[in-house]
Nanobody, 124 residues
Framework: QVQLVESGGGLVQAGGSLRLSCQVS????????MGWFRQPPGKEREFVST????????YYADSVKGRFTISRDKAKNTVYLQMTSLKAEDTAVYYC?????????????????WGQGTQVTVSS
C-alpha cells in the first residue's frame, strides 16, 4: 500500500522560508508525476505545484511562481517544496499527491495517492 507522509510544516513569519518534504513508501512512484496542493482556512483545496517523473518539468500556480520550488529525489522517493518569501495568504494545510500518469498534472483528480497534510502558518 502506498503511503505519502508530509513533514516540514510549521509557524513562520512573513518573508520567511520553509521546506516541505513528502516521503513515499510502499512502492516507488518514480515514473509518475507528483504534486503539492493546499487548502487555506475556509476555502477549497487548490493546486500549488507539480513535477513530472524525471524532475525536469515543473509547473506552478501563479500565486507561488517565483517563490516556491518543487523538486524530487528519486533515490530517496521524496518530493520537496521549497517555499520562500512566505506571505500570510500562504497559510494552509499542504498536501502531497502522487501517481499522476500524465506527468504534469494540475487537476487533483489526476492523482491516485494523497498524504494527510501538514499545516503551514505564516504570521504577518
Amino acid at each position: 500500500q502506498v503511503q505519502l507522509v508530509e513533514s516540514g510544516g510549521g509557524l513562520v513569519q512573513a518573508g520567511g522560508s520553509l521546506r516541505l518534504s513528502c516521503q513515499v513508501s510502499g512502492r516507488t512512484l518514480s515514473t509518475y508525476g507528483m504534486g503539492w496542493f493546499r487548502q487555506p482556512p475556509g476555502k477549497e483545496r487548490e493546486f500549488v505545484s507539480t513535477v513530472n517523473w524525471s524532475g525536469a518539468n515543473t509547473y506552478y500556480a501563479d500565486s507561488v511562481k517565483g517563490r516556491f520550488t518543487i523538486s524530487r529525489d528519486k533515490a530517496k522517493n521524496t518530493v520537496y517544496l521549497q517555499m520562500t518569501s512566505l506571505k500570510a495568504e500562504d497559510t494552509a494545510v499542504y498536501y502531497c499527491a502522487g501517481g499522476a500518469r500524465s506527468g504534469i498534472a494540475i487537476n487533483d483528480r489526476e492523482y491516485d495517492y494523497w498524504g494527510q497534510g501538514t499545516q503551514v502558518t505564516v504570521s504577518s
